[in-house]
């Protein structure tokens, strides 16, 4: 790593415990307070809300609706879609369903299996799940092959196929008409010609007044207009929210359109209330959530991202994901638990395999790390690929530099990307498109291969540019909050109606706030946390035990207000991200 280049370390200025510098906007105090009238909220919570919500739109944004659920039809592509699979329905033909292993294609799969099903065509369906080790990311040449040689007649890809021109060519040749739902396309790429039908929101031409669903959400949009006049489309719909709300957080999408929010709000309420099919119970148990009769389920966004989402994954990551499908189709109470446990084992399986990587990961950066971070290690000695993604997020955290972890076999090399706001994930890609076998993604993610003799060019490269891109010192990362609240503010009234802002996620995260306190009563919790009051409020500060000196004066917390349910007590809680002094 020597010999890449180095940045100069951020310009002076106060950074807190975590190397962060905080960013506090203001606001009209006049504006704040007439939308504190009008709406009969808590000026914070006024503030906040403001903060996230189009003017337009103050009010809906309170109530996600169905009614916030756009026509179908405004998506380019979708009558051909619908008239081709109720043909498809109609004539008994034969439907493969093929999705990505990640969570939003697993939950793409069970959304279009659903429905067709619930149209008669259950007899003639199958579906593929591409093997992450076997056949790789995509649509593949090999599937689409397989669908003709199995006499397949129609094929719907989602979470995949909008850039796999050849492998659809492959198949409308042999006679498959394909579908395609997807959300990945970098602007201006083209769509297959080939496809009967492409359903992506970002494509030209597509005047979908929401961009930003993800995979699941576009199969989500397909099987509305598929249920057309169903006497039960409302409740199936909301059904269906269930696990189309698991892939949209699990994907990190947008929730800041009143789309995404409905169909994550109304999928959270499916899942509190149930009932649900022995498959979902089971995954919601395993995952530690619990359940009584006045609140149903104990299950919120963070939830989605963070117990459900990563046991889905977990299959994909180390295993076969059809091992998903088994679980969510099966009837049978003990079996479903069974099968639920098989996941949980493996995201503990993941968990390990992820942690030593990190660790070794953040030995080999060292205290000076480059510009931009490439790391890499042969897959026979634990650099595993299905977990290079996640490795790569935590090792950004701890460096503030965009990451490839990269997993070598042989002579080629599979590498994910987590770059920070400043650098552009594919644009950096594309500044060595010549050492890559192949690539893509989005701005702070991004997935490639390449000859492993080419690494070593790959890391001098993409710190090379990055250096040039940033044009001086590295920034130092930013911390944005809301609103600076004493603590005894934080009543039970604002603390609700800070949450009822949600679900939170990308687009709209989780309130935080800077909150000034003389911590008080800090004791350890394990080896790692802190649990301290902040006046009235109990503070939990998860990974702060390194930083224990700092509680010993005053201080200013980032922290996000939320309500801790523990063996039958409830009480409002802070949950502490960053500390500088006060």
Excluded at 125 to 135: A, Q
Excluded at 309 to 329: H, K, Q
Aim: one cysteine or more; hydrophobic letters at 45%.
């Amino acid at each position: 790593m020597s010999a890449l280049p180095e940045l100069p370390p951020p310009a002076e200025g106060p950074l807190s415990a975590t190397g962060h510098r905080w960013r506090l906007s203001g606001d009209d105090p006049t504006r704040v307070a007439r939308l504190a009238h009008q709406l009969g909220l808590p000026p914070l919570v006024a503030r906040v809300l403001m903060r996230r919500a189009p003017a337009e739109d103050l009010d809906a944004w309170l109530q996600p609706s169905l009614d916030h659920l756009h026509d179908p039809y405004a998506m380019l592509g979708m009558a051909t879609a619908v008239d081709r699979l109720r043909r498809a329905v109609r004539d008994r033909e034969q439907v493969r369903i093929v999705t990505d292993y990640d969570v939003d294609g697993t939950t793409s799969s069970l959304i279009l299996q659903g429905v067709l099903r619930l149209l008669g065509g259950g007899d003639r369906l199958d579906y593929h799940i591409p093997h992450r080790f076997d056949e790789g990311y995509g649509f593949s040449v090999a599937a689409a092959r397989q669908a003709v040689q199995d006499g397949v007649k129609l094929l719907v890809t989602a979470d995949i196929g909008v850039r796999d021109h050849e492998a659809v060519r492959i198949a409308a040749e042999g006679g498959v008409d394909v579908v395609v739902c997807d959300h990945h396309l970098p602007e201006g790429a083209s769509v297959p010609d080939a496809a009967v039908a492409v359903l992506c929101p970002p494509q030209a031409d597509c005047r979908y007044p929401n961009p930003a669903l993800a995979a699941c959400g576009v199969s989500l949009k397909l099987a509305q207009a598929l249920l057309g006049e169903h006497p039960k489309r409302e409740h199936l719909l909301r059904s269906m929210m269930k696990v189309a709300a698991i892939g949209t957080v699990a994907d990190v999408v947008d929730l800041s359109t009143l789309e995404n929010r409905a169909i994550v709000a109304l999928g959270l309420e499916g899942l509190r209330k149930g009932p649900h099919q022995p498959g979902l119970a089971a995954l919601l148990q395993v995952s530690g959530l619990g359940f009584d009769l006045d609140r149903g389920w104990h299950v919120d966004a963070m939830d989605l991202g963070y117990r459900l989402g990563p046991r889905i994954n977990a299959a994909g990551r180390l295993d076969s994901a059809t091992a998903v499908i088994e679980l969510f189709d099966e009837r049978d109470p003990a079996r479903a638990r069974e099968r639920a446990a098989v996941l949980d084992g493996l995201n503990r399986d993941r968990q390990a395999i992820q942690q030593r990587l990190v660790k070794q990961a953040l030995e080999q950066v060292g205290q000076a790390p480059p510009p931009f971070v490439l790391l890499w290690g042969p897959e026979a000695e634990g650099w595993h690929r299905g977990v290079v993604g996640i490795v790569a997020a935590k090792v950004r955290e701890e460096v503030h530099r965009p990451v490839a972890i990269v997993a070598v076999s042989g002579d080629e090399a599979r590498g994910s990307v987590r770059s920070t706001p400043e650098v552009h994930a594919v644009q950096a890609l594309e500044a060595a498109a010549d050492l890559l076998l192949r690539f893509g993604g989005h701005p702070a993610a991004a997935g490639f291969s390449a000859r492993t003799e080419a690494l070593p060019a790959l890391a001098a490269r993409l710190a090379e540019w990055t250096a040039t891109h940033l044009g001086g010192a590295a920034p130092a990362p930013e911390l944005v909050l809301d609103a600076t609240a004493q603590p005894d503010l934080l009543t039970w009234p604002v603390v609700e109606g800070l949450l009822e802002l949600g679900p939170f996620g990308k687009g709209n995260p989780a309130p935080l706030l800077c909150v000034p306190c003389v911590p008080t009563d800090v004791r350890p919790i394990g080896d790692k946390h802190l649990r301290f009051q902040a006046g009235p409020i109990e503070a939990v500060w998860w990974g702060g035990a390194p930083h224990r000196d700092l509680l010993r004066g005053p201080v200013e917390l980032a922290a996000e207000p939320g309500v801790n349910r523990y063996n039958g007590r409830t009480a409002r809680q802070l949950t502490v991200r960053d500390v500088r002094s006060g």
